[in-house]
């Protein structure tokens, strides 16, 4: 199936620091979607996106619907300890069921 | 609180056994997505379920199965387990089409 490609796999920061990551794929998706997994917990929504272009905020946390529709970034400004946590990103493309995920961006804070 | 929930949350069994993880759906969803967590994997969609019916397969092997009944609840049937099928099962609910899911807390499955 399609992949989706996120980057960072990992990053290591200081409290107080912003964090950017990001996600590609070679296909077209009509949504994206930011998922958080804490440990011992399911992922959790943090925003989705539905048109080319968009930017949307939640709190601190900003992301954007890649114009090419083959991207999305998630940015986390002054971050915080409870950021700490895997970061997904999630696609959906047209006509398909189910949501394709990237493997994750693991967030470490250091303090 | 994700208003979806998974029963048993951790499960052990040994290979070539059965097991059957359940979920109920936020109130109202009629859509059930199960997906499977591996370390090397990430999260890979298995099976869909809307109103009772199956909408799509993904990467989901022979050996599981699902349903969805008709009070919503879902069920996700491992058969002929494999110490490669230890993971995290986790059930999504929707209640609409625009991709927006909503995960349980998972069932851990670790098969000795």
């Known amino acids: 199936g399609q992949q989706l490609n996120q980057s960072p796999q990992s990053m290591f920061i200081q409290e107080g620091e912003d964090v950017s990551m990001n996600c590609t794929s070679s296909s077209i998706f009509n949504t994206w979607l930011w998922y958080k997994q804490e440990p011992g917990e399911g992922p959790v929504l943090l925003i989705a996106l539905y048109k080319a272009g968009e930017l949307t905020s939640n709190g601190r946390l900003t992301a954007q619907f890649g114009i090419t529709r083959k991207d999305s970034f998630l940015n986390i400004s002054a971050s915080i300890p409870s950021d700490v946590g895997i970061y997904f990103c999630a696609g959906r493309q047209r006509g398909a069921d189910g949501l394709t995920f990237g493997k994750g961006t693991h967030l470490i804070i250091q303090p | 609180d994700s208003g979806v929930t998974q029963t048993p949350k951790h499960l052990i069994t040994a290979t070539g056994q059965r097991v059957t993880l359940r979920c109920s759906p936020r109130?109202?969803?009629?859509?059930v997505y199960w997906y499977q967590q591996s370390l090397d994997q990430g999260l890979q969609f298995l099976i869909h379920?809307?109103?009772?019916?199956?909408?799509a397969k993904g990467n989901i092997l022979e050996r599981f199965s699902a349903q969805q009944f008709p009070d919503l609840h879902s069920e996700l049937n491992l058969s002929s387990l494999e110490l490669g099928d230890s993971a995290l099962y986790f059930c999504?609910?929707?209640?609409?089409?625009?991709?927006?899911?909503?995960f349980g807390e998972g069932s851990r499955l670790t098969v000795l």
């Open positions: 109130s109202g969803d009629l859509s």
């Open positions: 379920y809307y109103n009772g019916e199956e909408r």
């Open positions: 999504a609910s929707s209640g609409d089409y625009t991709g927006e899911l909503f």
